[in-house]
Antibody, heavy 123, light 113 residues
């Protein structure tokens, strides 16, 4: 059974940093691209960032470019999101989502999602 | 960049059929696959339609997807509505331009009353 378990969320002041983690199990992690998708309270879904199976291709939404860094450790079956210079508008539930393919780019679904970890940016 | 526009809400009675639209603002709707996700309150999204009209295993055939190039839109149709279908539904596609982003519609709240 595919499982994605996010952690690392919490309350943080504007301008500070936070690192999210996603522990994957139930599938061969290094066979698939992975993504982060967020959802602000009461709002819709927003793609944040994605990474190919070997970290060779990476992308970011314009709203986080230059502030967030995605990475993965295939030996640890883990995905990460380093979030710097956090803003109030980054407050959201952050989901880890699996791609059905190894490549970063492509017109595909996110076939498995974690339960999310809540990030609240407030003073 | 393009946007995907969905109605904010729709409602229908149990047993009836409802269609949720998703209109692409620029570029052809047919140029990249459209996916549809269901999100029940307090839960993570799950796929109900992928690649325009494909149903994942376990999704009942009451759910169907289509695209219409004349209106540049995709549609999710749910027939034989059940109260358990009440949820938020999101369309999603891929921007294959220089941006290489994944784009979500704003979501549609389906009420089955």
């Amino acid at each position: 059974e595919v499982q994605l378990v996010e952690s690392g969320g919490g309350l943080v002041q504007p301008g500070r940093s936070l690192r999210l983690s996603c522990a994957a199990s139930g599938f061969t992690f290094d066979d698939y691209a992975m993504h982060w998708v967020r959802q602000a309270p009461g709002k819709g879904l927003e793609w944040v960032s994605g990474i190919s199976w070997n970290s060779g291709s990476i992308g970011y939404a314009d709203s986080v470019k230059g502030r967030f860094t995605i990475s993965r450790d295939n030996a640890k079956n883990s995905l990460y999101l380093q979030m710097n210079s956090l803003r109030a508008e980054d407050t959201a539930l952050y989901y880890c989502a699996k791609s059905p393919t190894s490549i970063y780019s492509g017109s595909y679904q996110f076939d498995y999602w974690g339960q999310g970890t809540l990030v609240t940016v407030s003073s | 960049n393009f946007m995907l526009t969905q109605p904010h809400s729709v409602s229908e009675s149990p047993g009836k059929t409802v269609t949720i639209s998703c209109t692409r603002s620029s570029g052809s709707i047919a140029s990249n696959y459209v996916q549809w996700y269901q999100q029940r309150p307090g839960s993570s999204p799950t796929t109900v339609i992928y690649e325009d009209n494909q149903r994942p295993s376990g999704v009942p055939d009451r759910f169907s997807g289509s695209i219409d190039s004349s209106s540049n839109s995709a549609s999710l149709t749910i027939s034989g509505l059940k109260t358990e279908d009440e949820a938020d539904y999101y369309c999603q596609s891929y921007d294959s331009s220089n941006q290489r982003n994944w784009v979500f519609g704003g979501g549609t709240k389906l009420t089955v009353l």
